[in-house]
Structures are given as C-alpha cells and as structure tokens.
C-alpha cells in the first residue's frame, strides 16, 4: 500500500502567500516551520536559490534570518514579496559577462555590440580659390 500525504491539520498550518513578477502562489507549512523551510518551498516552486531570494514582508522589511519561525510574520493573511532570480537568468548573465563574451564583442563577434561600419565619404567642396565669381564682370 502507498503511504498516504499527511495532511496538516487546519490550527497546526498557517499559509503564506508568496508573490513574484506578478505571479502568486500560497505556501502551507506547519506552524513548526521557519524561513529556511519556505525558502525551500519557493525553491522548488519558482526555481530560485535561496541565497539569491530576497523576501520581504509588511511591518517587518527585509526577512534575513533564517532561523525566523512563521509564526513571527504579520497575521493573517500572510503576504510576502519574493525578489530574485531564477538560476537560469544568473547563469545567462553570467556568460555574457565572461571575459570570453567580452573578447567576442570586442573583435566583431556574434555578441549584442555590431562592429562599427565605416562612414561613406561626402564630396569635398571646391575652394574659394576654384570658384566662379557669380557676378558680372
């Protein structure tokens, strides 16, 4: 038989909404859990490290430590805002960063600079010496 998914009873869980880039997603955890166990969470579900997540909440700013039980966050509802990048975004910029991207961009590579073109050359004028004068002799 499989074992069935322990439900968390209604007074033992508290929910967290957890908003990023517009979308939101709720999070229920024990009343036992801390920031660390939702870090994990979001983890999972937006695919962002949780040394690059950034989570704040009303009255209370910027959540930093970890070992902060949920239960601390404001009451009900419990609404976080998640500011971060997935791993992949990171990996992304970091490429284009390396000092190989770098040498491709500078020597006419496949980079986002173009290579400058050179400027098409305008006939010079003639001198006031070559001119003719315009007025009657």
Same mark, same amino acid.
């Given at each position: 038989m499989d074992p069935q998914p322990t439900a968390i009873p209604d007074d033992d869980a508290h929910s967290i909404l957890v908003t990023h880039s517009g979308k /939101?997603? !709720?999070? !229920? &955890?024990?009343?036992? /859990?801390? +920031?660390?166990? +939702? =870090? &994990? =969470?979001? #983890? /999972? !579900?937006? @695919?962002? @490290?949780?040394?690059? #997540?950034k989570l704040t909440a009303p009255k209370l700013g910027?959540?930093?430590?970890?070992? +902060?039980?949920?239960?601390? &966050? $404001? /009451? $009900? $509802?419990?609404?976080? &805002? +998640?500011?971060?990048s997935s791993n992949a975004a990171i990996q992304d910029i970091q490429l284009a960063n390396s000092p190989a991207a770098a040498g491709l961009r500078k020597f006419g590579g496949t980079g986002p600079i173009k290579p400058a073109k050179p400027v098409r050359s305008l006939p010079t004028s003639p001198t006031l010496s070559d001119r003719k004068p315009t007025f009657g002799n």
């Open positions: /939101s997603h !709720t999070f !229920t &955890l024990p009343t036992t /859990s801390t +920031l660390s166990d +939702l =870090r &994990l =969470r979001i #983890q /999972s !579900t937006f @695919s962002i @490290s949780p040394e690059y #997540q910027l959540l930093k430590d970890d070992d +902060l039980p949920i239960t601390a &966050l $404001p /009451s $009900p $509802p419990k609404k976080i &805002l +998640l500011i971060g």
